[in-house]
């Protein structure tokens, strides 16, 4: 009888069982930093992040990549960094089909990551996933529906939200005092104005640019690029799709807006109180893109069904706003130079003493900061499925009118466009085989 993949996996994983020692015997079952065992899907540069590869708040069973290149120098790295051997898994079917294996992380490009975590959750695994948390609206519908159903703990890896990584990149503080001066009311009661881009401290790196019409290569040895496609349309191989560029291409991430935007947009999304909707227009202003590879943006607007209006500023036309303006006329700006609190101007353009006056506001509401901890709880993560979904969803809207270019409308309920099929058609996308059936099951 022929078996299939799956199957001949699971018979190897029987017979090579023996020459693992389970984390508990290994390390002690009584201690608590190794009680959980994970392993890292994607061995590429973002797998060398603090967060993954050299975490130590668990223990290291393995990693699998594509790039037999890659597997063989982190294992070499684990051993030389004091995590001892671990194992090269020939792909991460075998991590999922691992009984040892608590968590999983995934350092994948973003074409793999909804389709990953729904796998990983019907394997019984939790998931620590690098951001974008997915490529599309409907890939993130599947990942939190999946992820809640199996009762797994998911986290995204950006941590402006629950300032575990510290200062909010240029704008000179952490996420904590912006979502106090929005909960005390000072910003009045009406929509909100944001802006995001370099005069406000975020960079879209628009370094990220596709080659149009790339020339067919040799698939080099060592390297299993039909596993590497996985979900995403077949294509011919070439370098500049597979290595770090690979940002460059819609069939895998969408430039340097795939690649910062929920790190922006997610603590944006939470200082604004937003996480239970999502934006019901989304407008665009640029250059028209091409259909593979990614360009560059002059202006996305996308607005709250209360006016409220979130400003990608691409083309640095608004580079001297505010990162907020309220209904009064009240902003917000990024901390002077050698400090760490935000500048408040009222409408008349008086400056307040903000370290005193977020001396008297309300504390913000606590989250769980300690993804371990939440594995072994079963409390959810401070940036989870649920509300990730809705930061990852606000830049995958901006995606769908950047390539459409031009402006839809959103039901934030229904979570389609309104009478737009072109839209909905970027907004759920279809997947190859067998990863389509994988991604639907559960």
């Not at 604004?272 to 407008?283: A, E, G, Q, Y």
């Not at 006016?307 to 990608?312: A, D, I, Q, S, Y």
């Not at 499925?385 to 995606?399: K, P, Q, V």
Request: hydrophobic share 35%.
């Amino acid at each position: 009888m022929k078996m299939t993949r799956r199957e001949l996996l699971k018979t190897s994983a029987a017979f090579s069982a023996f020459n693992i020692i389970p984390a508990k015997v290994l390390w002690g079952a009584e201690t608590p930093s190794n009680t959980l065992a994970r392993a890292i899907i994607g061995c590429g540069c973002i797998s060398g992040s603090s967060n993954h590869l050299p975490f130590k708040g668990s223990r290291l069973l393995g990693v699998a990549d594509p790039f037999e290149c890659r597997v063989r120098a982190k294992v070499a790295w684990a051993a030389q960094n004091g995590f001892g051997k671990i194992k090269a898994y020939r792909d991460f079917l075998e991590i999922l089909d691992d009984k040892d294996v608590d968590i999983v992380h995934i350092c994948t490009p973003p074409h793999w990551h909804g389709c990953m975590s729904v796998m990983a959750a019907n394997a019984g695994k939790d998931i620590w996933c690098e951001k974008p948390m997915t490529r599309t609206v409907g890939e993130g519908i599947r990942v939190r529906e999946v992820v809640n159903a199996k009762k797994r703990m998911f986290r995204i890896n950006t941590g402006f939200r629950t300032g575990e990584f510290g200062t909010f990149y240029s704008f000179g503080t952490t996420v904590k005092p912006i979502r106090q001066i929005v909960e005390s009311g000072i910003l009045g009661d009406g929509p909100i104005r944001c802006v995001f881009g370099v005069g406000q401290g975020f960079s879209w790196k628009f370094g990220w640019s596709g080659t149009i019409n790339s020339r067919p290569e040799p698939i080099p040895d060592g390297f299993d690029y039909d596993m590497w496609l996985g979900p995403a349309p077949w294509k011919p191989y070439n370098a500049h799709r597979v290595g770090t560029s690979f940002r460059s291409y819609w069939d895998y991430d969408s430039g340097g807006l795939g690649d910062m935007a929920q790190h922006y947009l997610d603590p944006l999304q939470y200082l604004l109180c937003k996480d239970d909707t999502s934006p019901v227009r989304i407008d665009y202003t640029g250059p028209k893109q091409h259909p593979e590879a990614v360009g560059r943006f002059d202006r996305f607007v996308l607005t709250y069904a209360d006016g409220t209006e979130v400003f990608l500023d691409g083309d640095e036309s608004l580079k001297d706003e505010p990162l907020l303006r309220g209904s009064n006329g009240t902003c917000v700006y990024k901390a002077k130079p050698k400090t760490s609190v935000p500048r408040i101007v009222l409408a008349n353009g008086t400056e307040l003493d903000a370290a005193k006056f977020l001396a008297e506001c309300k504390e913000p509401a606590p989250m769980e900061t300690d993804f371990i901890q939440c594995c072994k709880t079963r409390r959810k993560y401070g940036l989870n499925e649920d509300n990730g979904f809705r930061s990852c969803t606000m830049f995958n809207l901006a995606i769908v009118a950047w390539r459409l270019g031009r402006g839809f409308d959103f039901d934030p309920v229904a979570l389609h466009a309104v009478d737009d099929p072109a839209a909905d058609r970027f907004l759920f996308q279809s997947m190859r085989e067998p990863w389509a059936s994988e991604f639907l099951k559960g």
